[in-house]
């Protein structure tokens, strides 16, 4: 049996499904590598929304995700970009699902981080920004999750120079209860945030993140990186002060930056966690037990899907995570907060689920089939 999927150029082309999922079960925890995935939200669809109003979200599936990935001994990342933060999911929307996560987690024996930002704010002053971030830091400790300092829309608009960088970040890591992790989400993820750390240089910019570090060695449990750059997160984790973890955010370059090399490796957390979930925790397993080889069978072939979902415009690639959770059967419907499942194009999706599907992601490929032939008939393939 095969299915008609569209390519680039305009035209149809046969694809054979896969007809069995690769195996993969639930085990132990890991003993290598700490490993995040940021998880997205699933939508209402039943709601009356628009594409400017705030998120609608169907907690029952969202929080089951959470367990699906806690099962396999992921961690969570809540409230990351991922979940749509900043591109339909507003503060009060997440603010509700760090305090829904967090109390789910707590149920489940699950780890989970979540994000701290300023997206209160569009704009503003030094006081103000440092106001927000202290808001959302107090939400996620009261909610008892590690915090994760996200990069700020507001901060880079209001700061001149890295000073006001190293003033906002030593505020807020001199009150922070718990060690937190310091997330620099590059300009592909987000435009907003071009010349973070005051420089839009990334060597000038890399010397002022690692001057917050070094002012605050304990209160850093690790820093996240998504530059997309793998030599430059190598020559930055060779630098963090002792105890300091690198958390790769690398979504081109995972495999490689996990397995690491005789001076160190890094952690993970990562956006294309969330659909390679069970994949991915069965390949750290194997690195557990010192098989990097294997390790890097299992992830390796996964690179091309992930560059795929985050190909130009990197932002979008929200939408290829959640269509690749419907197929997967982890929810009902191919609809997002903020109407962002129409941020990618047909062929976009048919490539991704043809991707997918050749990795044996789909737990039932038989309903992840009838699920893309479903969206070609509404496209207009019929055939």
Same mark, same amino acid.
């Given at each position: 049996?095969?299915?008609?999927? !569209?390519?680039?150029?305009?035209?149809?082309?046969?694809?054979?499904?896969?007809?069995?999922?690769?195996?993969?079960?639930?085990?132990?925890?890991?003993?290598?590598?700490?490993?995040?995935?940021?998880?997205?939200?699933?939508?209402?669809?039943?709601?009356?929304?628009?594409?400017?109003?705030?998120?609608?979200?169907?907690?029952?599936?969202?929080?089951?995700?959470?367990?699906?990935?806690?099962?396999?001994?992921?961690?969570?990342?809540?409230?990351?970009?991922?979940?749509?933060?900043?591109?339909?999911? $507003?503060?009060?929307?997440?603010?509700?699902?760090?305090? #829904?996560?967090?109390?789910? =987690?707590?149920?489940?024996?699950?780890?989970?981080?979540?994000?701290?930002?300023?997206?209160?704010?569009?704009?503003?002053?030094?006081?103000?920004?440092?106001?927000?971030? %202290?808001?959302?830091?107090?939400?996620?400790?009261?909610?008892?999750?590690?915090?994760?300092?996200?990069?700020?829309?507001?901060?880079?608009?209001?700061?001149?120079?890295?000073?006001?960088?190293?003033?906002?970040?030593?505020?807020?890591?001199?009150?922070?209860?718990?060690?937190?992790?310091?997330?620099?989400?590059?300009?592909?993820?987000?435009?907003?945030?071009?010349?973070?750390?005051?420089?839009?240089?990334?060597? !000038?910019?890399?010397?002022?993140?690692?001057?917050?570090?070094?002012?605050?060695?304990?209160? @850093?449990?690790?820093?996240?990186?998504?530059?997309?750059?793998?030599? #430059?997160?190598?020559?930055?984790?060779?630098?963090?002060? +002792?105890?300091?973890?690198?958390?790769? &955010?690398?979504?081109?370059?995972?495999? %490689?930056?996990?397995?690491? $090399?005789?001076?160190?490796?890094?952690?993970?957390?990562?956006?294309?966690? $969330?659909?390679?979930?069970?994949?991915?925790?069965?390949? @750290? +397993?194997?690195?557990?037990?010192?098989?990097?080889?294997?390790?890097?069978?299992?992830?390796?072939?996964?690179?091309?899907?992930?560059?795929?979902?985050?190909?130009?415009?990197?932002?979008?690639?929200?939408?290829?995570?959640?269509?690749?959770?419907?197929?997967? &059967?982890?929810?009902?419907?191919?609809?997002?907060?903020?109407?962002?499942?129409?941020?990618?194009?047909?062929?976009?999706?048919?490539?991704?689920?043809?991707? =997918?599907?050749?990795?044996?992601?789909?737990?039932?490929?038989?309903?992840?089939?009838?699920?893309?032939?479903?969206?070609?008939?509404?496209? &207009?393939?019929?055939?």
């Amino acid at each position: 049996m095969t299915i008609q999927l !569209p390519s680039l150029d305009g035209t149809l082309r046969p694809y054979e499904p896969r007809t069995e999922p690769l195996p993969v079960t639930p085990g132990t925890p890991f003993t290598s590598r700490t490993v995040f995935a940021a998880a997205h939200v699933v939508a209402d669809p039943y709601a009356d929304t628009t594409p400017d109003s705030p998120a609608a979200v169907d907690w029952d599936a969202t929080l089951a995700f959470r367990r699906h990935l806690w099962s396999h001994g992921l961690g969570v990342a809540e409230a990351m970009d991922t979940a749509q933060r900043g591109m339909g999911l $507003d503060w009060a929307g997440a603010a509700e699902l760090i305090r #829904r996560s967090a109390a789910e =987690a707590r149920s489940a024996g699950g780890r989970i981080a979540c994000g701290v930002g300023t997206d209160q704010l569009t704009g503003g002053s030094l006081a103000e920004i440092r106001a927000a971030y %202290e808001e959302q830091l107090a939400v996620v400790e009261e909610a008892g999750a590690q915090p994760i300092l996200m990069a700020s829309r507001a901060l880079t608009s209001a700061a001149s120079g890295p000073e006001e960088y190293l003033e906002v970040y030593g505020h807020l890591l001199r009150q922070s209860a718990e060690p937190v992790i310091l997330h620099w989400l590059g300009p592909m993820f987000d435009p907003a945030l071009e010349g973070y750390w005051g420089a839009t240089d990334l060597d !000038p910019a890399t010397e002022v993140f690692l001057d917050v570090i070094a002012a605050y060695p304990d209160k @850093v449990d690790g820093v996240k990186v998504s530059l997309l750059d793998a030599r #430059r997160e190598i020559g930055l984790r060779r630098r963090l002060p +002792r105890g300091v973890r690198c958390y790769t &955010g690398d979504d081109f370059h995972y495999p %490689e930056l996990i397995a690491g $090399d005789d001076q160190g490796f890094s952690h993970a957390l990562l956006g294309i966690f $969330d659909p390679l979930g069970p994949l991915a925790a069965q390949a @750290v +397993r194997v690195l557990d037990t010192g098989d990097t080889a294997g390790f890097r069978g299992l992830l390796d072939p996964t690179v091309e899907l992930s560059r795929h979902l985050f190909r130009t415009p990197t932002r979008f690639y929200k939408t290829g995570v959640v269509f690749l959770a419907w197929l997967a &059967g982890h929810q009902t419907h191919f609809a997002m907060v903020g109407g962002l499942q129409s941020a990618r194009s047909l062929p976009h999706l048919a490539r991704a689920y043809e991707l =997918a599907d050749g990795l044996g992601l789909f737990p039932d490929p038989k309903l992840a089939e009838e699920r893309m032939k479903t969206l070609l008939s509404l496209y &207009g393939v019929t055939s």
